[in-house]
């Protein structure tokens, strides 16, 4: 079986996307603690819902990506 | 409202450990156990009641009394009932608690030949004034069942008799030493409901109210069913609502300054004299309005005083308080926010504009106003009546309480009657 190699470039960039969906989710959620008035303790109990947001988020972004990259690669061909 | 009984020392004790003491210190019966000097009895001196009327009133104050009597060192001295049954299964309640009272059918008896401390009078209640009057010509302090007369006269009478003989006169308003509303009342006054608007309180049941005839034989209608003639009572406005306009004068602390009424005989047209169905609003110098009703058709709502203020209401009767602030939204905000995503993006839009909201009642469940509720109010009652007797005297605040609820219960019985909104007339105020 050949082995999948991902190069390094790429799981850089798959880190930095997963590190700015939590950090949207975040303050999504520091964003509804102010707008609700509910507790700042909030910030540390509701990690599993930021956590949930943030993977919600990351696989918005692959699916986004990926459409970005067939779309280029459709419209380079065509060229 | 008469629950298990707990012994006073067990009550405080909970009471101490649910941190209410300090809250409490101000009321009437805690007042009645505290260290002035026994200007009345000393405490090593033998109480002595007599009860006078020993129907179903009568006979649960006395298995009361028991509960608390050997601790207390209270005795029944005697008894006193027109009606043989009556008086029997009251004796046989003192002799299965090791008493052996004298047994009077002439309440003047009791004041003659017993010369009791004190009686507690659980009389029909047109039989109440007579009673209480001579009993305080003779120097005996007086229990009285609520409420205080059948007439207005009758019950300024009792007050004056009161005044002049300088003995005590509790009137059976068990709820002024119920601890939910001792502490409810407490914070009322402190400002928490904020200001009050309105009270609403209702008393319903769904029964014929009647009681039993012996051998079904109608001789005996009146005296038993006293309660449904108009000559001996009020019927649903003598017989529960004086209690609850006690409550809302109590709450409001002060009188009301008018009442108007309706009222009807609806549902059980058997004969009887009084409504079976009753409405009145009283109004208060502030404004404030207590609106009250009761029926013996329907019991859904059962029992309630609603004290409603513009930060929150209380509900004696069931031991609940309530906030105005919407304490449902309790979510953290960011499930309050996926929620109201989902909302936007699944609720049908609304056909009658944005504005169209209904106004249901707010679904919060409140919170116990003490969470100790297992007792008897008047088993507290009757525990501070005998301290009452041993210092030689009564809180004057709690007979007025007594009085100005008859009066008012009174006077709304009138505007039912006449179909006008009444004012206390000038010899009735105290
Ligand atoms: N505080 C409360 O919660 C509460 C509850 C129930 C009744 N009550 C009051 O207690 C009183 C009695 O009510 P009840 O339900 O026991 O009625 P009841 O009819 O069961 O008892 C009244 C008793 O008084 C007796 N009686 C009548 N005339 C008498 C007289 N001249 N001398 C001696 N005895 C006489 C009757 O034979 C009867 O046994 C009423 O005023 C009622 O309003 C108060």
Same mark, same amino acid.
Request: proline letters at 3%; charged letters at 25%; aromatic letters at 10%.
């Given at each position: 079986?050949?082995?999948?190699?991902?190069?390094?470039?790429?799981?850089?960039?798959?880190?930095?996307?997963?590190?700015?969906?939590?950090?949207?989710?975040?303050?999504?959620?520091?964003?509804?603690?102010?707008?609700?008035?509910?507790?700042?303790?909030?910030?540390?109990?509701?990690?599993? *819902?930021?956590?949930?947001?943030?993977?919600?988020?990351?696989?918005?972004?692959?699916?986004?990506?990926a459409?970005?990259y067939?779309?280029?690669?459709?419209?380079v061909?065509? !060229? | 409202?008469?629950?298990?009984? #707990?012994?006073?020392?067990?009550?405080?004790?909970?009471?101490?450990?649910?941190?209410?003491?300090?809250?409490?210190?101000?009321?009437?019966?805690?007042?009645?156990?505290?260290?002035?000097?026994?200007?009345?009895?000393?405490?090593?001196?033998?109480?002595?009641?007599?009860?006078?009327?020993?129907?179903?009133?009568g006979?649960?104050?006395l298995?009361?009394?028991?509960?608390?009597?050997s601790?207390?060192?209270?005795?029944?001295?005697?008894?006193c009932?027109?009606?043989?049954?009556?008086l029997?299964?009251?004796?046989?309640?003192?002799?299965?608690?090791?008493?052996?009272?004298?047994?009077?059918?002439?309440?003047? @008896?009791?004041?003659?030949?017993?010369?009791?401390?004190?009686?507690?009078?659980?009389?029909?209640? $047109?039989?109440?004034a007579?009673?209480?009057?001579?009993?305080?010509?003779?120097?005996?302090?007086?229990?009285?069942?609520k409420s205080?007369?059948? +007439?207005?006269?009758?019950? /300024?009478?009792?007050?004056?008799?009161?005044?002049?003989s300088?003995?005590?006169?509790?009137?059976? $308003?068990? /709820?002024l030493?119920?601890?939910?509303? !001792?502490e409810?009342?407490?914070?009322?006054?402190?400002?928490?409901?904020g200001?009050?608007?309105q009270?609403?309180a209702?008393?319903?049941?769904?029964?014929?109210?009647?009681?039993?005839?012996?051998?079904?034989?109608?001789?005996?209608? /009146?005296?038993?069913?006293?309660?449904?003639?108009?000559? *001996?009572?009020?019927?649903?406005?003598?017989?529960?609502?004086? $209690?609850?306009?006690?409550?809302?004068?109590?709450?409001?602390? #002060?009188?009301?300054?008018?009442?108007?009424?309706?009222?009807?005989?609806?549902?059980?047209? %058997?004969?009887?004299?009084?409504?079976?169905?009753?409405?009145?609003?009283?109004? *208060?110098?502030?404004?404030?309005?207590?609106? *009250? @009703?009761?029926?013996i058709?329907?019991?859904?709502y059962?029992?309630?005083?609603?004290?409603?203020?513009?930060?929150?209401?209380?509900?004696?009767?069931?031991?609940?308080?309530?906030s105005?602030? %919407?304490?449902?939204?309790?979510?953290?905000?960011?499930?309050?926010?996926?929620?109201?995503?989902?909302?936007?993006?699944f @609720?049908?839009?609304?056909?009658g504009?944005?504005?169209?909201?209904?106004?249901?009642?707010?679904?919060?469940?409140?919170?116990?106003?003490?969470?100790? @509720?297992?007792?008897?109010?008047?088993?507290?009652?009757?525990?501070?009546?005998v301290?009452?007797?041993?210092?030689?005297?009564?809180?004057?605040?709690?007979?007025?309480?007594?009085y100005?609820?008859?009066?008012?219960?009174?006077?709304?019985?009138?505007?039912?009657? +006449?179909? #006008?909104?009444?004012?206390?007339?000038?010899?009735?105020?105290?």
């Amino acid at each position: 079986m050949k082995d999948i190699v991902i190069p390094a470039a790429r799981i850089k960039k798959e880190i930095a996307a997963v590190l700015i969906s939590l950090i949207i989710a975040f303050l999504i959620n520091v964003y509804s603690i102010i707008k609700y008035q509910t507790s700042w303790v909030e910030l540390f109990s509701q990690i599993g *819902y930021v956590v949930f947001i943030a993977i919600i988020i990351y696989i918005i972004s692959v699916v986004l990506r990926a459409l970005i990259y067939i779309a280029k690669k459709v419209f380079v061909k065509k !060229l | 409202m008469n629950k298990i009984y #707990q012994s006073r020392r067990d009550f405080l004790r909970n009471l101490a450990i649910t941190g209410s003491v300090a809250t409490l210190a101000a009321s009437p019966w805690l007042g009645a156990f505290s260290n002035t000097p026994f200007k009345g009895k000393g405490p090593n001196d033998k109480v002595r009641l007599s009860v006078i009327g020993t129907g179903i009133r009568g006979r649960q104050l006395l298995r009361l009394l028991f509960t608390f009597a050997s601790e207390a060192n209270v005795t029944v001295s005697s008894l006193c009932d027109n009606f043989a049954p009556h008086l029997e299964e009251a004796l046989e309640i003192c002799h299965l608690n090791g008493v052996k009272p004298k047994t009077y059918t002439d309440y003047r @008896d009791v004041i003659e030949k017993d010369k009791p401390d004190a009686v507690l009078i659980a009389t029909p209640l $047109h039989e109440h004034a007579r009673a209480t009057i001579d009993c305080f010509s003779a120097g005996i302090h007086v229990f009285c069942e609520k409420s205080m007369a059948r +007439t207005l006269d009758d019950t /300024r009478a009792m007050y004056d008799a009161h005044i002049a003989s300088n003995r005590i006169l509790v009137v059976g $308003h068990q /709820r002024l030493f119920n601890p939910v509303y !001792l502490e409810g009342m407490q914070r009322i006054h402190n400002g928490e409901l904020g200001t009050i608007g309105q009270i609403r309180a209702y008393w319903h049941r769904n029964n014929d109210w009647r009681r039993p005839l012996p051998n079904n034989d109608m001789k005996f209608e /009146r005296q038993i069913n006293w309660r449904l003639y108009k000559e *001996y009572s009020a019927g649903l406005l003598t017989e529960l609502m004086s $209690h609850q306009i006690q409550v809302a004068n109590w709450a409001l602390q #002060q009188s009301p300054v008018s009442v108007m009424g309706t009222a009807s005989i609806r549902f059980w047209r %058997d004969g009887r004299e009084v409504h079976d169905n009753v409405a009145l609003i009283y109004s *208060y110098a502030d404004g404030t309005k207590c609106i *009250y @009703d009761s029926m013996i058709s329907n019991k859904k709502y059962g029992l309630e005083e609603q004290i409603m203020g513009h930060l929150g209401t209380i509900e004696f009767e069931t031991n609940r308080q309530y906030s105005e602030k %919407d304490e449902s939204i309790k979510a953290p905000g960011i499930q309050q926010m996926i929620s109201d995503i989902e909302n936007k993006v699944f @609720d049908k839009l609304p056909i009658g504009g944005a504005s169209w909201v209904p106004e249901i009642a707010v679904g919060d469940q409140g919170k116990k106003i003490i969470e100790n @509720d297992q007792f008897s109010d008047t088993a507290l009652q009757l525990e501070a009546l005998v301290n009452f007797i041993r210092k030689g005297s009564a809180p004057e605040k709690l007979t007025k309480e007594g009085y100005n609820a008859s009066i008012w219960t009174l006077l709304g019985e009138n505007a039912i009657d +006449t179909g #006008q909104e009444l004012k206390m007339p000038e010899k009735y105020i105290i």
